[in-house]
C-alpha cells in the first residue's frame, strides 16, 4: 500500500525559512516523478513544485519560484521541499503527492503558518 | 484564477445523477490525460477518475469520467450522502510546465 507522509510544518515567522520531507513507503520511489501541492484553509487546491525521477528536472508555479527549492533522496524514499523567504500567503496544508504530470496519491498534509 | 474553470458548486437529490464539467485548453485538457479528485472534509485528496476515464480499484461504478476536446465531465449517478465533499480536475499544462487545478466543486446531496 501506497504511504506518503509529511512532517516538518510549523510556525514561522515571515521571510522565514521551513524544510518539509515527505516519507515515501509501499512503491518504487525512485521510479515515480514526485509533487508537492498546498491547500490554504476553505480554498482550493494549487500546485507547487514537481520533480523528474532523477531529481535530474524540477518544476515550480510562478508564485514560489525562486523562494523554494524541491528535491529528493532516492536512497532514502525521501521527498523535501526548502521553502524560503516565507509569506504569509504561503499559510497552507501542504501536500506530498506521487507523480509529476499525473498524481495519483497523496499524503495526509502537513501543516505551514506564516505569521508574526 | 485557476487555469482550468469548474462550476463552484452543484447539488441532487439522493438517487440521482449529477455532473460536473472542468474546462480547459488545447495547452492541458486537450492534449493530455484529465484527473478527478475527491476531497471528504477534512481529508486529504483522494483519486477518483485518472487517464480521463479510468476508475481506481475501490471506486464504485456510480463515478464516471469523459473527456471531449478541451473540457472534461466527471459523473456521479445513484447520488449518496457520502458523496457530498469537493471535487477538482487536474492535468498537466504544457504551457506552464506545471500542473493545473481546477477551482473545485462543491456538491452537496439535498
Known amino acids: 500500500e501506497v504511504h506518503l507522509v509529511e512532517s516538518g510544518g510549523g510556525l514561522v515567522q515571515p521571510g522565514g525559512s521551513l524544510r518539509l520531507s515527505c516519507a515515501a513507503s509501499?512503491?518504487?520511489?525512485?521510479?515515480?516523478?514526485m509533487s508537492w501541492v498546498r491547500q490554504a484553509t476553505g480554498k482550493g487546491l494549487e500546485w507547487v513544485s514537481g520533480?523528474?525521477?532523477?531529481?535530474?528536472?524540477?518544476f515550480y508555479a510562478d508564485s514560489v519560484k525562486g523562494r523554494f527549492t524541491i528535491s529528493r533522496d532516492n536512497s532514502k524514499n525521501t521527498l523535501s521541499l526548502q521553502l524560503n523567504s516565507l509569506r504569509a500567503e504561503d499559510t497552507a496544508v501542504y501536500y506530498c503527492?506521487?507523480?509529476?504530470?499525473?498524481?495519483?496519491?497523496w499524503g495526509q498534509g502537513t501543516l505551514v503558518t506564516v505569521s508574526s | 484564477q485557476s487555469v482550468l474553470t469548474q462550476t463552484p458548486s452543484a447539488s441532487g437529490t439522493p438517487g440521482q445523477r449529477v455532473t460536473i464539467s472542468c474546462s480547459g485548453s488545447?495547452?492541458?485538457?486537450?492534449?493530455?490525460?484529465v484527473y478527478w479528485y475527491q476531497q471528504l472534509p477534512g481529508t486529504a485528496p483522494k483519486v477518483l477518475i485518472y487517464r480521463n476515464n479510468q476508475r481506481p480499484s475501490g471506486v464504485p461504478d456510480r463515478f464516471s469520467g469523459s473527456k471531449s476536446g478541451t473540457s472534461a465531465s466527471l459523473a456521479i449517478s445513484g447520488l449518496r450522502s457520502e458523496d457530498e465533499a469537493d471535487y477538482y480536475c487536474a492535468t498537466w499544462d504544457d504551457s506552464l510546465s506545471g500542473v493545473v487545478f481546477g477551482g473545485g466543486t462543491k456538491l452537496t446531496v439535498l
Open positions: 509501499g512503491f518504487t520511489f525512485s521510479s515515480y516523478g
Open positions: 520533480i523528474s525521477t532523477s531529481g535530474g528536472s524540477t
Open positions: 503527492a506521487r507523480g509529476a504530470a499525473e498524481i495519483d496519491y
Open positions: 488545447s495547452s492541458n485538457i486537450g492534449s493530455k490525460y
